[in-house]
């Protein structure tokens, strides 16, 4: 009866684990024509973010396969980031992954090394090679 018991739990961890994982990938929404993919956190308003606009954001980065944070506008000592959008200023994940966005608005890309930093990675953050990653950006401002 135990061995039955022990089998019918680890059926159910199972179906709970594909359930999970069916959910958290029907809430991102693919970028078209780009394999970044993106879940909009909180709702903002106003301007949208458009290609040639200057956006002010806070964000935070980590290394997708291990969690481990590279970088955050929130830290200590570090400030919001401005950059110029859409035009290729910054990795193509979040560059693509950030027009659409209103002021106010959150979104936590999950970006594929190709739209990252690629086969060499970005070794002085710890960024592996081909390593995926995922920023929580929030936009300040769009100018």
């Known amino acids: 009866e135990k061995g039955n018991t022990d089998s019918k739990m680890q059926t159910f961890r199972v179906f709970l684990l594909l359930l999970l994982l069916t959910v ?3 809430e991102l929404a693919k970028l078209d024509k780009f394999d970044t993919q993106f879940e909009t956190k909180k709702e903002g308003s106003g301007a949208v973010v458009e290609k040639g606009n200057t956006v002010t954001v806070h964000a935070t980065g980590t290394v997708k396969e ?3 944070k590279f970088w ?3 830290d200590p000592g570090q400030q919001s980031f401005t950059y110029q959008a859409g035009v290729g200023k910054v990795i193509v994940g979040w560059d693509q992954g950030c027009l659409g966005m209103k002021v106010g ?3 936590e890309l999950h970006i594929p090394p ?3 930093y ?6 002085a953050w710890g960024i592996p090679p081909n390593g995926g990653l995922v920023f929580e950006i929030e936009v300040l401002a769009i100018k």
Not at 118 to 123: A, D, K, M, S
């Open 24 to 26: 958290s990938a029907a």
């Open 114 to 116: 190709h739209e990252g």
């Open 118 to 123: 690629g086969e060499r990675g970005f070794p």
């Open 72 to 74: 955050s506008t929130k």
């Open 105 to 107: 608005e959150v979104r």
């Open 66 to 68: 291990t969690g481990k």
